[in-house]
């Protein structure tokens, strides 16, 4: 999958990148979002051409000679496939921890395995693992350009290019939650040898809709035991719908914040439990009180009203 990639000012004096037609040092450019974490894609000139230069007529396996004999990128085969590996990639580049390891191999026949904690690479623990052609098997990594579902533009990565620059510091991982996987959840009764247990009722739709609105946290919240406070506040008098518009402040607020998606935002159970966390969300709009200076003008117009214009006639 194509990836979005940093560029900085530096990449335009190269005194090598220079001497090389526009179009290859383009294509050098495509090539970092094409390449996976160790810097390495398939070397299938066809996929390229369609990937980076649909639209163009221009040689990419030429371009990529080019590159190759300027010192920018290597060519090789393993294991019956030829690759490229981008020189220097890692030393300018700091891809997203949450990115998959390499499922091409080094010119030596070697994947890089990185450890992992909660989907994100741990810094300085990868290990080398030797890949046999009979195992070596290569998945595409070449596949139309998907943009993150919040900002394609946003930077997971530090600055390629052969000028020796400082590694930017290290991405923090993201979830791939969805709003799918966050209504997937249904309660229920646990695996056991009784085949005969019956089936929990379904959420309430009171419940679903208190779930719908309540802010997007950065990986999935346990809906069971959301469920449950639900439920106890309900049996302590609390009305279903004071709820649900706690939950929509909530998440108003978070979002004028810029929080939506990250840890900051609190659990649904935390939200409702015995804290009363969700108590001053009620009958208000927090998120357009808090906002300060950068709130919207708009949201801070008054209600018009004939009264207001007494000599005026509608």
């Known amino acids: 999958m194509a990836r979005a990639r940093n560029i900085k000012p530096g990449f335009f ?3 090598l990148l220079v001497d090389l037609p526009a179009f290859d040092r383009l294509a050098f450019i495509g090539l970092w979002c094409l390449a996976d974490r160790e810097g390495r894609l398939e070397d299938r000139v066809k996929r390229i051409k369609i990937e980076l230069f649909p639209c163009d007529d221009y040689d990419v396996n030429a371009g990529l000679s080019r590159l190759a004999a300027a010192g920018f990128i290597t060519r090789y085969q393993v294991a019956g ?7 220097n990639f890692q030393k300018h580049q700091s891809p997203h921890g949450s990115e998959k390891d390499s499922l091409l191999p080094d010119a030596d026949g070697y994947l890089t395995v990185h450890e992992r904690k909660k989907n994100v690479v741990v810094t300085g623990s990868n290990r080398k693992v030797l890949v046999s052609e009979r195992e070596f098997n290569v998945n595409e990594p070449l596949e139309p ?3 993150p579902f919040d900002n394609a533009l946003i930077p997971d990565c530090g600055i390629l290019n052969p000028d020796s620059l400082n590694q930017e510091s290290k991405a923090l991982g993201v979830s791939d939650e969805t709003p799918a996987d966050r209504d997937s959840d249904q309660p229920g009764n646990q695996e056991s040898g009784d085949q005969s247990a019956k089936p929990a009722k379904a959420y309430s ?3 679903e809709a208190f779930w719908r609105e309540y802010p997007r946290r950065h990986r999935a919240s346990p809906k069971p035991e959301a469920w449950k406070k639900w439920q106890a506040r309900l049996k302590s008098g609390v009305s279903p719908h ?4 706690a939950a929509t402040n909530y998440r108003l607020e978070q979002e004028s914040f810029g929080k939506l998606g990250t840890e900051f935002v609190k659990q649904p159970s935390t939200f409702l439990g015995a804290g009363e ?3 001053p969300y009620v009958g208000t709009q927090p998120a357009l009180k808090s906002q ?3 709130a919207s003008a708009v949201l801070s117009v008054p209600k018009h009203s ?3 214009y007494p000599n005026d006639r509608f």
Do not use: A, K, R
């Not at 496939?81 to 020189?87: A, G, K, L, R, W």
């Not at 004071?242 to 518009?245: N, P, Q």
């Open 205 to 207: 739709d009171e419940f």
């Open 13 to 15: 004096s190269n005194e």
């Open 277 to 279: 966390h969700w108590t």
């Open 292 to 294: 300060g200076p950068q």
């Open 145 to 147: 350009v998907n943009p």
């Open 306 to 308: 004939q009264e207001m």
């Open 242 to 245: 004071d709820l649900i518009t």
């Open 81 to 87: 496939h030829s690759v490229i590996e981008i020189v």
